[in-house]
């Protein structure tokens, strides 16, 4: 004290009455200190995210209800709205009892999250999840909003495969079951940290695989197990209401930027890269579809238009993040024609019927762009680069495949499974007389339209 009092110039009693002054700011800084490096909650990405979700919502419902809605016939038109509108809601709420912890619960599993988290157990205001920036984080809340939306689109979009024939506690079942069986495990393999695919290097930016694969190998296998409608072939299926299917089709256009952008976890630039490639790649495969139907029927339809705005959509969603904007042009254009013949040529040599082409658009579309996107994600070609872990081109592109393979046999084999299972149950298809009434009067007693 004597010798500190020699160097400051002050008594050792002035020193003494210094001392608390000197710990309160000593203490204020090191507070200070762990504030700044606890992770930051930024209210603009918490803002974003809740409207990503909102948007992906409005995907479902209205979107992708008018847009299947419009493309069945007048006697069916209810029922599909039904089907969406259900399937978004028990969606939801299994997600919240163990949906979320099967996916993303913590667990080391490569297949799946675990029971941590079951009816959200742990899960408080105050908890947080990761983002792609490091010392950044978002309430788990919002998070869990935004992968239900997720979970709660992807068994309706199956819907078109069997439309206008199966009963309505069938698809009930079905979807509780194809939920808990394909689509939970997948979506923990894609995009936890823990999971399968993840750690193979795979890239699927918003749900390429889990999504758009998923749902259209199951719609495949589901089409063939069901059967086809009667009169398929002979009697007049178009679609009743084209303008219900471009409105239905617009709405997803604009959700679907909940559903890209919003992958992104964070208004940061990366949500903008994704944003842009959502509207070019869309555009793109839009103009492409139209010109083949040009050339191939001579004409240009509103119908091949909404097919080919679906196809861009579907093709990006695995590439929004890593793709410059050229190359989401590029593969828009690409997309169209093979989604095309499919939904041409391969589902009439085979006569398979998949009401509304989900397997041709969102299935086919769905490996298009996931395979593409290693491609795409080059540097060279204006990407943002391969995953370290894949390093080149070659690697990259073997990961993708590795992770559509896993996808296509998991989904094709549960799904054929949970359909047996399923038909044991309750059956699978309505009567004859109540499909050729229609499932709107014969399920739900009621009519779309009056006269």
Not at 117 to 144: H, M, N, Q, R
Not at 303 to 315: D, E, N, T, Y
Request: hydrophobic share 55%; with cysteine.
């Amino acid at each position: 004290m004597k010798n500190l009092s020699k160097i400051t110039g002050l008594t050792a009693a002035a020193l003494l009455a210094a001392l608390p002054a000197f710990a309160q700011e000593t203490t204020a800084v090191a507070e200070a200190a762990v504030e700044a490096a606890a992770p930051v909650v930024d209210k603009g990405d918490v803002a974003w995210m809740m409207t990503s979700s909102l948007l992906v919502l409005f995907m479902i419902v209205p979107g992708l209800a008018l847009f299947y809605g419009g493309l069945v016939r007048t006697k069916n038109m209810l029922s599909v709205l039904m089907q969406c509108t259900m399937i978004a809601a028990v969606a939801m709420v299994v997600w919240i009892l163990y949906g979320y912890s099967f996916a993303f619960g913590g667990g080391t599993s490569p297949f799946w999250g675990g029971l941590g988290k079951l009816f959200l157990s742990g899960v408080t205001i105050d908890s947080v999840a990761a983002t792609f920036s490091d010392g950044y984080v978002l309430p788990e809340y919002v998070f869990i909003a935004f992968q239900m939306t997720f979970a709660a689109i992807t068994p309706a979009l199956v819907v078109g495969a069997f439309a206008e024939r199966i009963k309505f506690s069938a698809v009930m079942l079905f979807t509780v079951m194809w939920l808990t069986v394909v689509y939970f495990p997948i979506a923990h393999m894609v995009w936890d940290g823990a999971g399968l695919i993840f750690n193979w290097s795979a890239i699927d930016f918003a749900g390429g695989t889990v999504v758009h694969i998923n749902a259209g190998v199951a719609a495949l296998v589901a089409a063939i197990v069901i059967g086809p409608r009667v009169g398929f072939g002979k009697d007049m299926m178009a679609p009743h209401s084209m303008t219900l299917t471009m409105v239905g089709a617009a709405m997803l256009w604009v959700g679907w930027f909940g559903f890209n952008a919003g992958s992104n976890l964070e208004a940061t630039a990366g949500a903008t890269l994704a944003m842009i490639n959502t509207f070019v790649c869309t555009a793109a495969a839009i103009v492409s579809w139209a010109a083949i139907e040009a050339i191939f029927r001579g004409k240009a339809s509103g119908l091949g238009a909404a097919s080919g705005l679906v196809a861009g959509l579907v093709a990006i969603t695995p590439a929004c993040g890593t793709t410059g904007p050229v190359g989401a042009i590029v593969l828009g254009l690409m997309v169209s024609p093979v989604c095309y013949f499919f939904v041409t040529s391969v589902k009439s040599k085979f006569g398979y019927d998949d009401s509304l082409d989900v397997f041709g658009v969102h299935g086919v579309g769905g490996i298009v762009g996931a395979i593409m996107t290693g491609v795409l994600c080059a540097p060279a070609l204006g990407g943002t680069g391969f995953v370290v872990e894949a390093g080149t081109m070659g690697a990259q592109v073997a990961a993708q495949i590795k992770g559509v393979a896993v996808t296509i046999v998991w989904s094709g084999v549960a799904s054929l499974v949970l359909l047996y299972i399923t038909k044991s149950i309750t059956g699978l298809r309505v009567s004859t007389d109540d499909e050729r009434q229609g499932l709107d009067l014969s399920a739900h007693g009621e009519s779309a339209y009056h006269s």
